[in-house]
């Protein structure tokens, strides 16, 4: 069984920041490409950022400049520092990462952490 466990959401005034961590618990797997995605009422859920295990990195448009993703490969952690933040950043935010057990590769997500920015 593997778990993926976020924390570091809250409130946040514009402009401040917060740091995300998203922490795979569990046995005999190895991580792929791990990100964040966000799902705000009424929006579809969107790619924020993600991180392949080599370290390259993509971001949506939206979060360029403001956000940075990063890994701990050795304690299977993703982080999330976001600056600048802003209003229209206020979503659920859900760490995903692709693991590979007994040779089959799925997708994980944790159970999401909410992010509100206030004007």
């Known amino acids: 069984q593997v778990q993926l466990v976020e924390s570091g959401g809250g409130l946040v005034q514009a402009g401040g920041s917060l740091r995300l961590s998203c922490a795979a618990s569990?046995?005999?797997?190895?991580?792929?490409?791990m990100g964040w995605y966000r799902q705000a009422p009424g929006k579809q859920r969107e790619l924020v950022a993600a991180?392949?295990?080599?370290?390259?990195?993509n971001y949506a448009d939206s979060v360029k400049g403001r956000f940075t993703i990063s890994r701990a490969n050795a304690e299977n952690t993703v982080y999330l520092q976001m600056d600048s933040l802003k209003p229209e950043d206020t979503a659920v935010y859900l760490c995903?990462?692709?693991?590979?057990?007994?040779?089959?590769?799925?997708?994980?997500w944790g159970q999401g952490t909410q992010v509100t920015v206030s004007s």
């Open positions: 995903n990462a692709d693991i590979r057990r007994f040779g089959v590769s799925r997708a994980y």
């Open positions: 569990g046995s005999l797997f190895s991580i792929n490409t």
């Open positions: 991180i392949t295990s080599g370290g390259s990195t």
